[in-house]
């Protein structure tokens, strides 16, 4: 059973992004811009658009994000990951191939945060004995 909308959110280091898929002809808007005019890159392009041509609804699906937080690259895979979410909403039979392809894990990967004491998370102060 398919659901006219649905919604997903996904997150990558410190980006948040909520997606919403709506039967259309393929358009992409993130924080009101076109995908193109948001990222300057190819490669977050397709990083984007992957979970929509893995299971062939590219252009049937019309995708609303809005991203905050991070940078570039974390916010492509943030839409990636709340894309992947939306999908599974929209259609639970496409579960097994977005598993498959690892778009429904979050990557946990964050920021270590600073110590007390030290200069930064690992690195230390120089030691000096006098």
Request: glycine share 10%; charged share 30%; aromatic share 8%.
């Amino acid at each position: 059973m398919t659901q006219l909308k649905s919604y997903g959110t996904g997150r990558r280091k410190s980006s948040t992004a909520r997606v919403w898929l709506v039967p259309g002809k393929g358009n992409i808007k993130i924080n009101n811009k076109t995908l193109d005019k948001y990222f300057s890159g190819e490669v977050l392009w397709t990083a984007v658009e992957k979970p929509l041509e893995l299971v062939n609804k590219k252009n049937e699906l019309d995708v609303f994000v809005k991203v905050e937080g991070g940078g570039f690259t974390g916010q492509a895979g943030a839409i990636q990951h709340g894309i992947a979410r939306a999908l599974l909403k929209f259609d639970p039979a496409l579960r097994s191939s977005l598993k498959k392809e690892g778009l429904l894990t979050r990557d946990s990967r964050m920021k270590e945060r600073k110590k007390y004491g030290q200069k930064g998370a690992r690195t230390r102060f120089q030691f000096s004995k006098r």
